[in-house]
């Protein structure tokens, strides 16, 4: 940045409490100006030390640092043929680094030099550059060396890189397949399958799970820290669909009416116990509009023979349509995780309401696992937002809508953007998971919430907000960062 962008910088920094008049809430707000649009992703390095904020247009694209000391920004070089960053540890490096992956492999970036050097070498399915995007994605992994390990997806295999005390790399590849859709002739869409890290056969380390053609396949973890290269195929008697039988291309020539697909949603302890547990999604479909879903829990126990799952779900939860997410995390603080399953129901009702007032109605219902391992029939809470539809822009904006522990309880409170000018805060209630009164902050929101993350900004265990502003927010929000600090 110029000695000018830095004067100008700082001088539009500003500190202030937020408050209504009524049931105040009160934060620290900090506006940190940028030299680009906040439209990409933002990640944390160092835990509290700094952010980096990505930012793009069709002709350009951007990362800032972001100086939680002063505030400061600095634009940071980008490799040409970098596609994703993200954080990671390395050997020899006190701090977290920031890493890119390109075309050509790994690159760190070193801050004392401002440039980018290529620390690993490699191929894997991202070959050619999207040079209009540059996004976080999570290519580095924690296998349980306390340094960072990278996993890359290729077309056949998924290649991990294990890091070693000198800084080197041992390489092993897994034959993980990609998934394809092939459309015409001119379009074919690959993607890499989801990994998850959990300890299957209880020896204590991390092992690879993937779910391929409908199976469990799991790479372990051996006690030198080598990951075996053959898939283990566990004998949970857990039914999943097949890819074959879960394609829903329109061009299939066959009725999914009547159809159930299932799939795996998460691997997870959720009853607080420390063996991980099963969430399939079970998507019913009645017709093309009439859709219904259910989430079936398997609870884990970990026996001689590893981890064991029964034959059928021990709880389970019912959602009348199809969830556009699912949160699952600790709401109340008990140490066991919880549901939020945002829906709308996509009806002539909901058609009508999108093309006459532009908007449609969104539910967000709260699902807790209670003492005796059970989610309950119907949700414990609901809430209601709307959904802002540009049917001219081809553009959904989504509510703000997020659980923040502002008080470093473990207790969530319910954060609810109203008519892009308005916070409403519903705070932690014992009786009713969150109060029926909203405390309220007034302000200016960005158009799209869905970028508004929570993360605890200067490690004092209270979860802050952060408001990203774009190129399309009103002219004095553009391009920058509103963070507020919970006092």
């Not at 990278?150 to 080197?168: A, K, T, V």
């Not at 119907?378 to 997020?402: C, G, H, W, Y």
């Not at 659980?403 to 609810?416: F, I, Q, R």
């Not at 902050?441 to 960005?446: G, S, T």
Request: net charge negative; aromatic share 10%; with cysteine.
């Amino acid at each position: 940045m110029t000695l000018k962008g830095l004067i100008t910088t700082t001088c539009c920094l500003f500190l202030l409490g937020l408050a209504s008049s009524v049931n105040a809430m009160e934060f620290d707000k900090v506006t940190v100006p940028l030299q680009h649009p906040a439209n990409g992703n933002i990640v944390q390095l160092n835990n509290s030390n700094s952010l980096l904020v990505s930012g793009f247009n069709q002709f350009e694209r951007w990362l800032t640092k972001v100086d939680l000391a002063d505030y400061s920004s600095k634009l940071l070089v980008i490799p040409e043929d970098a596609q994703y960053f993200t954080t990671a540890r390395l050997a020899q490096h006190d701090k977290q680094q920031l890493v890119f992956l390109g075309s050509s492999g790994i690159y760190r970036y070193d801050s004392s030099q401002h440039s980018n050097e290529l620390l690993l070498a490699t191929e894997s399915m991202f070959r050619v550059v999207d040079e209009a995007r540059l996004r976080s994605r999570d290519f580095s992994v924690d296998l349980g060396s306390g340094l960072s390990d990278f996993l890359l997806p290729d077309f056949s295999h998924f290649h991990l890189y294990r890091q070693q005390p000198d800084g080197s790399f041992n390489h092993f590849a897994l034959p993980v397949s990609a998934r394809i859709q092939a459309w015409n002739n001119n379009r074919a869409d690959y993607s890499a399958r989801r990994f998850f890290q959990l300890d299957v056969n209880g020896n204590g380390l991390t092992d690879l799970l993937f779910v391929e053609d409908g199976r469990f396949s799991v790479f372990l973890q051996q006690s030198n820290g080598d990951f075996a290269t053959s898939p283990y195929y566990p004998d949970w008697p857990v039914l999943l669909s097949t890819e074959r039988q879960a394609d829903q291309r329109s061009d299939a020539g066959r009725s999914y009416s009547g159809q159930s697909i299932v799939s795996l949603n998460d691997i997870t302890d959720l009853d607080g116990d420390g063996i991980p547990d099963l969430v399939l999604s079970r998507e019913n479909i009645a017709d093309a509009l009439d859709r219904s879903s259910s989430f079936e829990i398997f609870f884990g126990q970990m026996s001689e023979q590893g981890l064991q799952f029964s034959t059928t779900a021990d709880t389970r939860i019912n959602v009348d349509s199809v969830p556009t997410e699912v949160v699952i995390a600790d709401f109340n603080g008990d140490g066991r995780k919880d549901f939020y399953i945002p829906t709308t129901n996509i009806g002539l009702s909901t058609i009508i309401r999108v093309l006459v007032r532009g908007s449609a109605n969104l539910d967000i219902d709260f699902y807790l696992l209670d003492a005796n391992r059970s989610y309950p029939v119907k949700a414990d809470f609901r809430q209601r937002a709307t959904i802002d539809v540009s049917i001219s822009n081809l553009r959904f904006d989504m509510p703000l809508f997020e659980l923040a522990d502002l008080n470093n309880d473990g207790k969530k409170t319910l954060v609810v953007g109203e008519g892009g000018s308005q916070l409403r805060f519903y705070e932690p209630d014992s009786s009713r998971l969150f109060s029926r009164r909203s405390e309220q902050v007034n302000l200016d929101l960005p158009r799209d919430s869905s970028r508004v993350r929570v993360m605890d900004l200067n490690g004092n265990g209270k979860q802050d907000i952060i408001l990203p502003f774009d190129s399309l927010d009103k002219e004095a929000n553009r391009n920058q960062l509103q963070l507020l600090f919970s006092r």
